[in-house]
């Protein structure tokens, strides 16, 4: 028997059916080891020996490796074939000399870049040792990253109350998203404006064409500044000649994008179907990993995490024989094409993402995937084969404009496109972000010398924008650009900035919280050197020289320690004070925008010779008045007015409230405050003021008077029981925004506005409540089927009271905060529900779960009347065990 060991549940079920009864496939579910989460753990001072530590699941899997290969003839690791995949493999043989099981047992390694027999087979008939340099790239980085969040973290939280963590990557994409919020800050709009005249070409045709030039001198687009002159500019035009001076036709051709890598994959989904990299990742997983297509399990794409674009020969062939019996031979290039990486290392440069057989087109396999799966994989299919198929061929036209006025001459110029053969854009066309599209209007047939009709001109009135926001698409692309992060790292990366509370999206923006700006001013002003864009990519560069085994990792981490700890050396005797007066020149813009009036901005609006300036306070930091306590006034760090001013009256009290105005009615005042549990609004003062939290997702600086009346307000009347004539209550509980008609409670969705909720919908949520049966316990709630147990019995994901659940029978386990409802595998549910049932008694209570997961789908019997009263019992206690067990 042979042992072969994946890390994933999903692997090792497909790869379990290519192989036959030799083999034995257990997977290790990721990492089995890792750094603990405290001091200590890597030690510079002992050559950066590091510490690591097998706990909970990791445990349980070591445990089960090890007991399958006491009798294994040979064992072969055959994780992922990067960085990462390397490094498991590493772990699980050194936890296994460290357990002295091996006894002499053969080691291979083995990687595969698709999940299909034919790759899995070829790779096992080629093993290898595992690569050292990978891992000690790996080691590298590790200790790399921990060394920089242990040691800076800790000097955050003295000098800068509120600020979570900082991190060697995380730090670097964060300064990215808040020097673009400072260059929107500074941004001042300027005036210019466009003239156009619609001309007509003497057999009536009509087109559009731009005042380019005057009198022997180009008009740029922001030459004209001002009303005065466009309306000269116009008055000369509506008197003009015009006539055609050139007319210059010349054929382009747009040849296809090369097929994906990982950050040209996240960045298409989020453009095209708006996913999350992190769940574009998730998705890809499943697809690499194995799909049941009609009774076969198989990998449907190659592996996800590749800077590569290049495509293996087979599949180049194949592709093209799809695209000549799809599309036709006019589509089929006579030369298949070949891509080259642009990124300056190649240590993750495996295979391009494809589909792992191309003729398995999208609608045959629609239907045995999830729709986000589908669409997933008709992406990553329709940008395969487009790479390979013939160019776009098109004719660019440009024709100049005399327009004679008096003495005058002036000059436009029109533009067009006219695409000839479509190639591959007939399939695939790239989205782009904060761009426009390309001009392809089609201009009529026109000469040299001919006469034009004037037909109207128009002028416009433009401003300048400031430059957008990054999506999560177009932040990847800018990492992958200045070189920051690597394929397997800008989904994290991006998911720690949530998490961390320093950004937030806002229409499918990154917006940086205050804190996050804070962060990074704070590291700009102390650690500049270690937020360069530079410096990161730098050290990429060095970390992949030594996966190249060009340079020893622990040389690199002396160089890097020396340097990192003589900086840190010099913020011992930082003092707040000065931390403040640094940020308040670096976020000066951001947090006192210029004034409409053009008076100083940091006058305090309440006691009128006060300076603000930068404060910190118990949960954080806020704008204060420099004449504290005699003048109270407060306000956050953001002004989330039009103008730049701050709220109507300011706002004034103790750090961290902010007033938002009065309440009409009981002419109260009302207050923005951050609390224990995190902010909320509050109406006038005393022992039991009303209160009322903020929505998640609901930025403190958007709050205005009337929506904080808004929320106070709650809970409200939206609406009467169809059939009671009760009323139905919208309101926030403790748990998050509900619907409620008496008894019964119904969690609102993150897609419904709490103050903004209709009758119908508030209908809708307490009608599928009731008719679900149960009063609000878990057994009523609807959820998403995953999947069977391979104990027997389904598995759902669920939401509850509690937050989201996986249900298994008797087993309720509720999500950890790293996972979500729409992101959850069945891999991981069943990891969730096996720890739930051990931790409720171990294979008793697993053999349990199973049996009643079977009782739950098999068909219900009819019990004995003598019977009932004691099974209607124990359904009435189902409810109260399903809450104890969610924790």
């Known amino acids: 028997m042979k042992l072969l060991v994946v890390e994933s549940p999903a692997k090792a079920k497909t790869i379990n059916k290519y192989l036959g009864s030799d083999y034995e496939v257990i997977a290790s579910f990721g990492h089995i080891r890792d750094l603990p989460a405290k001091d200590g753990s890597v030690e510079p001072d002992n050559d950066f020996a590091m510490k690591w530590e097998i706990e909970g699941r990791g445990a349980k899997q070591v445990a089960e490796i ?4 006491k009798g294994a003839e040979k064992l072969i ?98 300064r990215l998203v808040c020097d673009r919020e400072r260059e929107i800050e500074a941004f001042r709009a300027r005036e210019y404006w466009s003239l156009v005249a619609t001309l007509a070409t003497e057999s009536g045709q009509t087109f559009e064409a731009r005042l380019v030039g005057a009198d022997g001198k180009k008009i740029a687009r922001l030459d004209i500044g001002n009303a005065e002159e466009a309306k000269a500019f116009k008055e000369a035009l509506e008197t003009a000649l015009f006539t055609v001076t050139e007319v210059e036709a010349k054929p382009v051709k747009r040849h296809p994008y090369p097929p994906f890598q990982t950050s040209t994959l996240q960045q298409e989904a989020s453009r095209k179907l708006g996913l999350a990299p992190a769940r574009t990742m998730q998705l890809a997983q499943r697809l690499y990993e194995g799909v049941d297509i009609g009774g076969e399990t198989v990998g449907l794409i190659t592996y996800m ?6 495509m293996d020969g087979s599949a180049i062939t194949a592709a093209r024989s799809v695209i000549g019996k799809e599309f036709g031979d006019r589509y089929v290039p006579s030369v298949p094409r070949k891509y080259t990486v642009k990124a300056k290392n190649a240590q993750e440069a495996h295979e391009a993402i494809r589909p792992t057989d191309l003729g398995r087109l999208p609608a045959q396999v629609m239907r045995h995937l999830e729709p986000e799966q589908a669409k997933l994989y008709e992406l990553i299919w329709k940008r395969t084969i487009a790479s390979q198929m013939e160019s776009a061929e098109m004719e660019r036209t440009t024709v100049d404009i005399a327009a004679k006025v008096g003495a005058r001459n002036l000059e436009l110029r029109a533009s067009g496109q006219v695409v000839l053969f479509d190639g591959f854009l007939t399939l695939y066309q790239e989205s782009r972000d904060d761009e426009e599209d390309e001009d392809s209007k089609k201009l009529p047939a026109m000469k040299a010398a001919d006469r034009l009709e004037k037909r109207a001109i128009a002028a416009d009135q433009h401003f300048t924008e400031p430059p957008p926001r990054f999506s999560e698409a177009s932040l990847v692309k800018r990492m992958e650009e200045l070189g920051i992060g690597r394929p397997s790292t800008y989904a994290a990366t991006l998911s720690t900035l949530r998490d961390r509370e320093y950004v937030r999206i806002e229409k499918k923006r990154l917006v940086p919280e205050d804190k996050g700006m804070l962060v990074t001013s704070f590291l700009e002003s102390f650690f500049k050197r270690y937020v360069e864009f530079d410096f990161t990519a ?4 060095k970390l992949d020289r030594v996966s190249n085994a ?6 690199l981490l002396r160089e890097f320690w020396e340097e990192f700890t003589a900086s840190i050396g010099e913020t011992k005797d930082l003092r707040v004070g000065d931390v403040l007066e640094a940020l308040n020149g670096v976020l000066g813009d951001y947090i006192f925008p210029q004034k409409a009036d053009g008076s100083d901005p940091r006058i305090c609006p309440t006691c009128g010779n006060g300076q603000l300036s930068l404060k910190l306070g118990k949960f954080g930091a806020f704008v204060g008045c420099s004449n504290y306590p005699e003048c109270r006034y407060t306000r956050p760090l953001s002004v989330p007015a039009a103008d730049g001013e701050a709220s109507a009256e300011g706002g004034q009290g103790a750090p961290g409230v902010r007033i938002l105005g009065t309440d009409p009615v009981t002419s109260l005042e009302v207050t923005m405050r951050d609390g224990r549990f995190g902010p909320y609004i509050q109406l006038g003062e005393g022992e039991k003021p009303k209160r009322s939290s903020l929505p998640k997702g609901m930025s403190p600086a958007s709050v205005t008077l009337e929506k904080a009346l808004a929320l106070l307000s709650l809970p409200r009347e939206v609406a009467r029981h169809p059939e009671s004539g009760e009323p139905i209550l919208v309101g926030i509980g403790r748990y998050g925004p509900y619907v409620q008609h008496g008894k019964t409670y119904a969690n609102i969705d993150k897609g419904d506005d709490v103050l903004e909720l209709g009758a119908n919908r508030a209908i809708d949520l307490i009608v599928a409540k009731e008719s679900g049966g149960g009063r ?59 720890a739930k049932a051990e931790a409720k008694g171990g294979a008793k209570g697993k053999a349990k779960a199973a049996g009643a997961a079977a009782k739950a789908k098999a068909p219900a019997k009819k019990p004995a009347a003598k019977k009932a009263p004691a099974k209607k019992a124990a359904a009435t206690k189902a409810p109260a065990k399903a809450k104890t067990a969610s924790g």
């Open 66 to 69: 090890a007991r399958a290969v």
């Open 77 to 174: 690791l055959a994780t992922d074939p990067d960085r990462e995949g390397e490094a498991i493999s590493w772990h699980v043989l050194e936890a296994l000399n460290q357990k002295r099981v091996l006894k002499g047992i053969p080691v291979e390694r083995v990687t595969f870049n698709a999940v299909t027999k034919d790759a899995v087979q070829k790779a096992l008939a080629n093993p290898r040792a595992i690569d050292q340099a990978l891992v000690d790239a790996y080691l590298a980085r590790r200790a790399l990253d921990y060394l920089v969040g242990f040691t800076l973290s800790p000097v955050l939280w003295r000098k800068l109350p509120g600020a979570r963590s900082a991190g060697r990557v995380q730090s670097v994409a964060l």
């Open 305 to 310: 995490r590749t800077d590569g674009v290049d």
């Open 538 to 541: 730098n050290l990429e560069e």
């Open 550 to 555: 060009e340079i020893d990792w622990k040389a």
């Open 776 to 834: 609000g316990g878990r057994a009523s709630t609807p959820g998403r089927a995953l999947g069977d147990h391979p104990a027997g019995g389904a598995l759902e994901v669920k939401a509850g009271k509690y937050g989201p659940y996986v249900a298994w029978g008797k087993i309720f386990a509720t999500l950890p905060k790293t996972m979500t409802a729409e992101g959850i595998t069945l891999e991981q549910a069943i990891e969730l529900a096996n």
